[in-house]
């Protein structure tokens, strides 16, 4: 069985400041695939990143920025220099075909 | 390009009548995934199709629900009859095969049972 566990519920931050969004996975697979997505107030899921399990390199997006680690399980998002554009729901999901979602991490970026 | 479309987006109906549920997958994409989100039980998937057909139904409640994929562009998702607890909303979404799994979502449906 597969697992997400995003163990932050709701995160609140003023515009500008660093965030961090855990995300920590259970999996038998060897080969597999983590995913986040964002989920603005407007409701639909939008994608942001795919990582396979056999590439650990951190990739940086403009502000957005992942860190891929094996040894703990942890996939980990961070933006940096928040936005108030940035409040939403964020989904870390493992899976190939049928993915598993956490539970979403509520961040809020305060003006 | 066009995206997953889903309809309708909204649906109110009361116990026991039936809902059918509309999505369009991306044109080319092969696979086809149900999702339903709810507060007490996140995002789940229901079922998905590779190629219009059924793959994994595991997710799939229990027999009021139904999912048929009869083209490529085209899939519903059925309750009969629904209930107060179907109250959700349902996302489809849709990838291609080979190396991009990434799975791109419609606008989801609201249902509200009544």
């Known amino acids: 069985a597969q697992k997400v566990t995003q163990a932050q519920t709701e995160i609140s931050v003023v515009e500008k400041e660093d965030v961090t969004l855990d995300c920590v996975y259970e999996?038998?697979?060897?080969?597999?695939?983590l995913f986040w997505y964002k989920q603005p107030p407007s409701g639909e899921l939008v994608f942001l990143i795919r990582?396979?399990?056999?590439?650990?390199q951190n990739e940086i997006s403009g502000r957005y920025s992942w860190n891929f680690q094996k040894s703990t399980s942890s996939f980990n998002f961070t933006i940096t220099a928040s936005q108030v554009v940035d409040s939403a729901v964020y989904f870390c999901?493992?899976?190939?075909?049928?993915?598993?979602f956490g539970s979403g991490t509520r961040l809020q970026v305060q003006p | 390009d066009a995206g997953v479309i889903q309809s309708p987006r909204h649906e109110v109906t009361e116990m026991g009548q039936e809902v059918t549920l509309r999505c369009k997958p991306i044109?080319?994409?092969?696979?086809l995934f149900w999702y339903r989100q709810t507060m007490m039980r996140g995002l789940e998937l229901l079922i998905y199709?590779?190629?219009?057909?059924?793959?994994?139904d595991s997710g799939m409640p229990e027999d009021r629900f139904s999912a048929k994929m009869p083209n490529a562009s085209f899939s519903t998702l059925k309750i009969q009859p629904s209930e107060p607890r179907d109250s959700a909303v349902y996302f489809c979404?849709?990838?291609?095969?080979?190396?991009?799994?990434?799975?791109?979502f419609g606008p989801g449906t609201r249902l509200t049972v009544t």
């Open positions: 979404a849709s990838s291609l095969s080979g190396v991009s799994y990434e799975q791109y």
């Open positions: 999996t038998r697979d060897t080969t597999y695939y």
């Open positions: 990582r396979n399990s056999f590439d650990e």
């Open positions: 999901a493992l899976g190939r075909r049928a993915l598993t």
């Open positions: 044109s080319g994409h092969d696979y």
């Open positions: 199709f590779n190629n219009n057909v059924p793959i994994d």
